[in-house]
């Protein structure tokens, strides 16, 4: 997807991720395509803190996580990593996973702000997971979905037995991280893992479309709706009860649900600012 402003002038060392604030999407972009986008260290780390930021400001009303070339994301560049300074010890692989690949899952669940996966390509692995970690999913009829951990012996991280009986149920959960079979987008889409599939030429269109009513919508209940339903599945009705009030509370103190009840009496189409 083309990104513009920012993304053109970003310096070299950002160069493999582009970033665009437009109209209060900020986008961003995996731009590897030479390596189907498997993301690397760097990557990683920049995209965390660009999500950190949307977060913290308020001019950002949503993000899109999207790819250049044919490929969303391929997993993890291991060979992007730091090397390593000494032989590895009992621990390491664990604090490894938890400072990584977890990290930039848990960043996109705890974004203040809704995030659109636009899935261009094949995503596997930490890719697959990367994108399920979103709010919305739209994939391009192209895409794929490869939960590749088995085939190289490996227990899936980054969130995966997590995040997939939560989406599709336990059973399918296993089928796909037993078997590591690609999964077409029109079938994820039928497992309720893509919202929307469309041709491939219609994604940018269809995403903007989707990012632009998010922005403009209001912002703060978006953010603690998000955290409702990311955290219904995890405790018992009084505790979602009690967040429920808790999020009535906070929310009611924003500018956007003001407007909301005000434009409603007034019978007129509400502004929201995001605050």
């Not at 730091?82 to 669940?109: K, W, Y």
Request: hydrophobic residues 45%.
């Amino acid at each position: 997807m083309p990104v513009s402003g920012e993304a053109a002038q970003a310096a070299p060392r950002d160069a493999t991720v582009l970033h665009a604030l437009d109209g209060g999407v900020s986008w961003i972009t995996l731009n590897r395509p030479e390596a189907m986008n498997a993301v690397t260290w760097d990557q990683r780390e920049r995209i965390i803190a660009l999500l950190a930021d949307a977060s913290a400001d308020p001019d950002v009303r949503a993000v899109v996580l999207t790819a250049t070339g044919r490929g969303f994301c391929a997993g993890a560049d291991l060979r992007g990593a730091p090397a390593q300074a000494r032989e590895r010890v009992p621990g390491d692989v664990s604090r490894t996973i938890r400072l990584g690949a977890q990290r930039l899952i848990a960043a996109v669940l705890d974004c203040e702000k809704p995030v659109i996966a636009a899935v261009n390509g094949a995503a596997a692995g930490i890719g697959a997971h990367l994108a399920f970690a979103c709010d919305l999913v739209l994939a391009a009829d192209t895409a794929k979905f490869i939960e590749v951990f088995v085939r190289r012996g490996l227990v899936p991280d980054g969130g995966g037995a997590y995040l997939l009986p939560r989406l599709v149920g336990p059973q399918r959960a296993k089928e796909l991280m037993f078997f590591g079979d690609a999964l077409t987008a029109a079938d994820a889409e039928r497992m309720g893992l893509v919202n929307r599939t469309v041709p491939c030429g219609e994604l940018e269109a269809l995403t903007k479309e989707w990012a632009g009513r998010l922005s403009s919508g209001p912002t703060r209940a978006l953010a603690l709706t998000k955290q409702l339903v990311n955290a219904s599945l995890d405790g018992d009705r009084a505790a979602a009860f009690a967040a429920e009030a808790a999020a009535q509370e906070i929310n009611m103190t924003t500018r956007d649900a003001n407007e909301g009840v005000a434009s409603f009496v007034e019978r007129r189409p509400p502004t929201y600012e995001g605050r």
